[in-house]
């Protein structure tokens, strides 16, 4: 067998399984390139093991890592061969991002509780896990003092882009109801804060609050003017994302 085939085959599971990972919400932050390398081997390792187990029902029988290295199967076979790990690969990052992870942290920090000490988070950052989720939260973005932003979080950029950014979707009725709270109106569900974030390295500061239900209705027409969708905060160093 052609050896630059070999070393695609070799290469191609932690690649695929890698990406699919994070194009399914699993984030991470830059790493080394040894760090890098054996996340890659242990998605390989899982992946070949699954794939040389399906070669194992081959109708020939008896396949062996020689026979496969040596080119000695019918070309048909490493077709499958390929396939199989295509999927493999695919269904190892889904398999992970979506529920693994999340339940052997949740183990984790259990254990952590029962020995009085501080919980871990995912891999990515703490601003994901608190925000990136796919649910809607209500959020004031602040930086120096100033309310840059107040609406519903949108989407921000991955932990380990160069470039920080994050996207708010606001309406003029949001900063209207946050100026009537900054005026001391205390029965507003904006007045209820939910949990406030907080970046050192580049002062900015996320606080979530409560919202009036109907905000979320998309059948509910708004008198105001249009709305300025998707409005950015952006910080060249900002780390929260």
């Known amino acids: 067998m052609d050896k630059y085939i070999m070393a695609i085959l070799v290469m191609m599971?932690?690649?695929l399984a890698i990406n699919t990972a994070e194009m399914l919400g699993k984030t991470r932050t830059k790493k080394t390139g040894v760090t890098l390398a054996l996340e890659y081997a242990a998605y390989t390792v899982v992946i070949m093991l699954v794939t040389m187990g399906v070669s194992a029902w081959w109708p020939v029988g008896g396949v062996t890592m020689q026979q496969v290295a040596g080119g000695e199967m019918p070309l048909s076979f490493y077709a499958a061969l390929m396939a199989v790990s295509v999927v493999a690969s695919i269904a190892a990052g889904a398999v992970w991002a979506l529920f693994l992870s999340d339940w052997i942290l949740k183990k984790i920090n259990t254990v952590n509780k029962g020995h009085g000490k501080n919980i871990r988070w995912e891999e990515g950052s703490l601003f994901h896990h608190l925000f990136n989720d796919g649910k809607p939260h209500f959020?004031?973005?602040?930086?120096?003092?100033e309310d840059v932003a107040v609406g519903f979080f949108h989407a921000c950029s991955n932990p380990q882009d160069d470039?920080?950014?994050l996207?708010?979707?606001?309406?003029?009725e949001y900063r209207e109801e946050w100026n009537r709270v900054k005026e001391g109106e205390k029965d507003s569900y904006l007045y209820i804060t939910e949990q406030?974030?907080?970046?050192?390295?580049?002062?900015?500061?996320v606080?979530?609050?409560q919202y009036p239900p109907e905000?979320?209705?998309?059948?509910q027409k708004k008198d105001s003017e249009e709305p300025v969708k998707d409005e950015t905060a952006e910080s060249s160093d900002a780390k929260a994302c």
């Open 163 to 165: 470039k920080k950014e």
């Open 13 to 15: 599971p932690g690649f």
């Open 207 to 209: 606080i979530e609050t």
């Open 196 to 205: 406030t974030y907080f970046d050192v390295s580049s002062g900015l500061t």
């Open 215 to 219: 905000w979320l209705n998309d059948d």
């Open 139 to 145: 959020v004031i973005i602040r930086k120096d003092g």
């Open 167 to 172: 996207s708010i979707t606001e309406y003029p």
